[in-house]
Antibody, heavy 121, light 113 residues
Framework: QVQLVQSGAEVKEPGASVKVSCKASGYTFTSSAVHWVRQAPGQRLEWMGWINGDNGNTKYSQKFQGRVTITRDTSASTAYMELSSLRSEDTAVYYC??????????????WGQGTLVTVSS | DIVMTQSPDSLAVSLGERATVNCKSSSSVLYSSNNKNYLAWYQQKPGQPPKLLIYWASTRESGVPDRFSGSGSGTDFTLTISTLQAEDVAVYYCQQYYNTPRTFGQGTKLEIK
């Protein structure tokens, strides 16, 4: 069965960076895209960007452009999301989610369990 | 960006009754080349990630009970739960995947009356 397993909770100081991993299993990693979505307390889900599992091409939300980097390691079937210059407003649960195709224009059919990132001094 | 607006923000329905959640997009999510609406519905229970219920506006995801249905086209969409069960208590989100950035509605909290 398809599973996305994310790395554990992080506590970071303002200005630092965080890197969250998302290990996929149960499907061919290179056949699907991986998206990153965050959910701040009491806020709606917010899409950050996605990576093509096959060619590694990425697309980011303008809101996070310059601060977010999404990468993948096909040998480990793992996607990564790194967010830099953290501020308190970045405190949120970060999810990875799969879309079944590699063009990115598909619904998110499987989600990771979420990683809580807390930004605090 | 396409803004997704749901109504109502919260909803209380009696067990066995019908629940209806609406979603309006600020521009059309219907792609004319394939006549598909790039609109999905998700269910999120406390402490869990969202779960895909409906995609292409009206296609039920495998394993989702048939009491869940989606309808609408263009800019106006509806999620209907025909007979509410206790396990349907959750927050429901619509999402467009028509363009970048993908955007979600603010969520509708469904409770039992």
């Amino acid at each position: 069965q398809v599973q996305l397993v994310q790395s554990g909770a992080e506590v970071k100081e303002p200005g630092a960076s965080v890197k969250v991993s998302c290990k996929a299993s149960g499907y061919t990693f290179t056949s699907s895209a991986v998206h990153w979505v965050r959910q701040a307390p009491g806020q709606r889900l917010e899409w950050m960007g996605w990576i093509n599992g096959d060619n590694g091409n990425t697309k980011y939300s303008q809101k996070f452009q310059g601060r977010v980097t999404i990468t993948r390691d096909t040998s480990a079937s793992t996607a990564y999301m790194e967010l830099s210059s953290l501020r308190s407003e970045d405190t949120a649960v970060y999810y990875c989610a799969r879309s079944s195709g590699n063009n990115g224009y598909e619904p998110f059919d499987y989600w990771g369990q979420g990683t809580l990132v807390t930004v605090s001094s | 960006d396409i803004v997704m607006t749901q109504s109502p923000d919260s909803l209380a329905v009696s067990l066995g009754e019908r629940a209806t959640v609406n979603c309006k997009s600020s521009s059309s999510v219907l792609y004319s080349s394939n006549n598909k609406n790039y609109l999905a519905w998700y269910q999120q229970k406390p402490g869990q990630p969202p779960k895909l219920l409906i995609y292409w506006a009206s296609t039920r995801e495998s394993g989702v009970p048939d009491r869940f249905s989606g309808s609408g086209s263009g800019t106006d969409f509806t999620l209907t739960i025909s007979t509410l069960q206790a396990e349907d208590v959750a927050v429901y989100y619509c999402q467009q995947y028509y363009n970048t950035p993908r955007t979600f509605g603010q969520g509708t909290k469904l409770e039992i009356k």
